[in-house]
């Protein structure tokens, strides 16, 4: 069973920083690329960035040069350290297991990240 735990979300004042933590269940961490979503209240749940197995990242445009996603092994843990943050950024942000051999998909149940102007 696989299980996502994400954290650190929290207000900050545009222009500052923060970092999310999503702790992953599973002793196959490594083998599964790992991303990052992010859903506005009104909105469709949008792509923000993806680091793959072989360490390969993608970003969103609307966060490129600002967001970092990296993930450490051995702590099943993957981040997103957020810098120049925007009110634009405001949004329950997601983490997301896959696709595992089987197609499938895994997601945690948000952290709030709130940027005021």
């Known amino acids: 069973q696989v299980q996502l735990a994400e954290s650190g979300g929290g207000l900050v004042q545009a222009g500052g920083s923060l970092r999310l933590s999503c702790a992953t269940s599973?002793?196959?961490?490594?083998?599964?690329?790992m991303g990052w979503f992010r859903q506005a209240p009104g909105k469709e749940r949008e792509f923000v960035a993806t680091l793959t197995w072989s360490r390969r990242t993608t970003y969103a445009d609307s966060v490129k040069g600002r967001f970092t996603i990296s993930r450490d092994n051995a702590k099943n843990t993957v981040y997103l350290q957020m810098n120049s943050l925007k009110p634009e950024d405001t949004a329950i942000y997601y983490c997301?297991?896959?696709?595992?051999?089987?197609?499938?998909?895994?997601w945690g149940q948000g952290t709030q990240v709130t940027v005021s102007s």
């Open positions: 599973g002793r196959t961490f490594s083998a599964y690329d």
């Open positions: 997301r297991r896959g696709p595992d051999s089987g197609g499938n998909y895994y």
